[in-house]
């Protein structure tokens, strides 16, 4: 668990990290939101940057009125991702 970070890790955060837009977006194949979140389950660099932007979204989903266009099985992932990271 504590092996620290090898080239190809870091290599794989950030190809997992450019698609996490489209993750958020409902875009992303079904196979790749599953190698995204399992990823995500191990590493706490890529889960930090996903609650940001989780975070982010839900924000601006209580700020403004319109809801955004998230699909619901995405928005459901993602209120479960941060209801699991709360205290
Ligand atoms: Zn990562």
Same mark, same amino acid.
């Given at each position: 668990? !504590?092996?620290? /970070? +090898? /080239? &190809? &890790?870091?290599?794989?955060?950030? =190809?997992?990290? %450019? ?6 977006? %409902? #875009?992303?194949?079904? #196979?790749?939101?599953?190698?995204? #979140? =399992? /990823?995500?389950?191990?590493? $706490? &660099? ?5 609650? +940001?932007?989780?975070?982010?979204? +839900?924000?601006? /989903?209580?700020?403004?009125? +319109?809801?955004?266009?998230?699909? $619901? &099985?995405?928005? #459901? ?5 941060? !209801?699991?990271? $709360?205290?």
């Amino acid at each position: 668990m !504590s092996k620290p /970070h +090898t /080239h &190809d &890790d870091v290599a794989r955060c950030q =190809e997992l990290l %450019g698609q996490l837009n489209e993750y958020v977006d %409902g #875009e992303l194949a079904a #196979e790749l939101c599953r190698d995204l #979140e =399992e /990823h995500m389950a191990g590493c $706490a &660099d890529c889960r930090v940057v996903f609650d +940001t932007l989780a975070k982010t979204i +839900t924000l601006y /989903h209580q700020l403004d009125a +319109t809801p955004i266009a998230l699909p $619901a &099985d995405v928005e #459901e992932r993602l209120l479960r991702r941060l !209801s699991l990271g $709360a205290p």
